[in-house]
């Protein structure tokens, strides 16, 4: 079992930063797959950026440029730092972890809240 905690979240004016957290614990002993996601009211969740276990990276076009996902394994933590936020952004986000990468995953957290305001 992993167990995963979000936070960061908040609400910030459009063209504003946030930087969102995972804290991972639990069954470690091997390097996962690790995703953000989000999904908007009345939306269906959407994969916005992951990173694999050998550190490759992908991106959603949506946040492509302006999103960058990152991981310090010394601290079982995943990142997401966000720039030029929009209100489209608007969303409850999560993180999630699986032994590869392959939606759905196996492993989620309960999601922090992200706000942009126009």
């Known amino acids: 079992q992993v167990q995963l905690v979000e936070s960061g979240g908040g609400s910030v004016q459009a063209g504003g930063s946030l930087r969102l957290s995972c804290v991972a614990s639990?069954?470690?002993?091997?390097?996962?797959?690790m995703g953000w996601f989000r999904q908007a009211p009345g939306k269906e969740r959407e994969e916005i950026a992951e990173?694999?276990?050998?550190?490759?990276?992908a991106y959603a076009s949506s946040v492509r440029g302006r999103f960058t996902i990152s991981k310090d394994g010394t601290k079982n933590t995943l990142y997401l730092e966000m720039n030029d936020l929009k209100p489209e952004d608007t969303a409850p986000y999560y993180c999630?972890?699986?032994?590869?990468?392959?939606?759905?995953?196996?492993?989620w957290g309960q999601g922090t809240q992200v706000t942009v305001s126009s």
């Open positions: 999630a972890a699986d032994y590869v990468c392959r939606d759905p995953f196996l492993y």
């Open positions: 639990g069954n470690l002993d091997r390097t996962y797959c």
């Open positions: 990173i694999s276990p050998n550190g490759g990276t």
